[in-house]
């Protein structure tokens, strides 16, 4: 009977162990996307005004006529239902509509904009992932000491002062001050670079946006990884590591800190989408051609197709990251079963 047991301790783990989280996922956001897109569509239609109220505002001045033709082109007229019915059968063939701002498909207009609000939304969470578990890692190895103290001190700073002002003082500082980095923009502009140097053009473009959109969760990640790490040293797994005399080192990073990554990853996973929606008041604040500010043009020009299009796609971003999020959590912790 040992024997046998013994030998299914040690059967590998079947290769689609991971499908039963992608399914469980699955079938909880579509219908969610389905939803949020029906509701934000009746929603914007409900704003008072529309794009061409706002194109003939900015012309000044139009004729009754001129703007009722502009509205049965931009597909304007009709109830909010036949207008919805219309919608839902154009992103059924994959046509998210052309925009009467930019007179650009919106998929193009969105496309054009989603790598640099990716590249920034996923370096600052990056930043912030790393350098909060670090800071955690030292508060609980410390704890009640005085570095403790003084990182509480600074993890407090970082999350009470709004990340606007830590981007204009950042701009004071390091811009206007030092002169080391530029303030507004993404790139050079009139400089054809490839290869290494025009990464390290955008990355010097990117360094005071990563750090103004990552401050905050810095402090919510060490804060996290503290808890966390205080709540697992008190396991029985932990003392037991620490009786048969591995190096303290071992035991906090190989023991302790992957243990305490479960909650981690778990408000990663949800503080993506809030990066991804918060991100337009720093691309505001430092220039930068991202979907943050397409949203705030589009809301104040009343371009709705763009906004259900950027809507779609951040919705499908989040059920995205939610499956990896539950694959990354099942790679840390084989224990966890899907079901």
């Known amino acids: 009977m040992s024997h046998q047991l013994s030998e299914t301790a040690v059967l590998p783990r079947p290769p689609g162990r991971f499908l039963p989280a992608i399914r469980r996922t699955l079938l909880q956001a579509i219908p969610t ?3 949020i897109l029906i509701l934000n569509f009746i929603l914007l239609q409900m704003v008072p005004g529309d794009v061409v109220d706002v194109m003939s505002g900015e012309s000044g001045g139009a004729t009754l006529q001129s703007m009722t033709a502009l509205r049965e082109q931009f597909g304007l007229v009709g109830s909010i239902g036949d207008r ?17 701002r930019y007179n650009v ?17 996923i370096s600052g969470l990056g930043l912030a992932i790393t350098v909060g578990v670090l800071i955690g890692t030292v508060m609980a190895t410390w704890a009640g000491r005085l570095t403790d103290r003084l990182l509480s001190i600074l993890n407090l700073l970082l999350y009470s002062t709004p990340g606007f002002w830590i981007g204009l003082m950042l701009i004071l500082l390091f811009s206007v001050k ?20 025009w990464l390290l053009d955008r990355l010097h473009y990117a360094i005071l946006p990563v750090l103004t959109l990552s401050t905050f969760f810095i402090a919510v990640y060490a804060r996290l990884t503290r808890a966390a790490m ?13 009786s048969k005399g591995l190096s303290p080192y071992r035991v906090v990073f190989r023991h302790v800190l992957r243990n305490a990554l479960m909650p981690i990853t778990t408000v990663a996973g949800l503080h993506f989408a809030a990066l991804f ?32 299009g950027i809507l779609l796609l951040s919705s499908l971003l989040v059920v995205l990251v939610n499956v990896l999020t539950d694959l990354l959590q099942l790679w840390l912790d084989p224990r966890i079963q899907a079901r």
Do not use: C
Not at 178 to 196: R, S
Not at 233 to 239: A, I, L, M, N, S
Not at 286 to 298: I, K, N
């Open 33 to 35: 996307v389905v939803g």
């Open 230 to 242: 205080l709540e697992v040293k008190q396991q029985d797994f932990v003392r037991t590591a620490r």
């Open 178 to 197: 030092l002169g080391w980095v530029p303030a507004n923009g993404y790139q050079t502009i009139g400089v054809n670079l490839m290869g290494i140097d």
């Open 84 to 100: 919805l019915l219309v919608y839902l059968d154009h992103l059924a063939r994959l046509d998210l509509g052309v925009s009467p």
């Open 105 to 121: 498909p919106v998929t193009e207009l969105i496309f054009g904009r989603l790598p640099n609000t990716l590249f920034l939304v």
């Open 277 to 308: 929606g918060g991100a337009a008041v720093t691309e505001t604040v430092f220039g930068w051609p991202g979907l943050g500010r397409l949203t705030l043009e589009a809301v104040m020009t009343r371009d709705f197709n763009v906004l259900l």
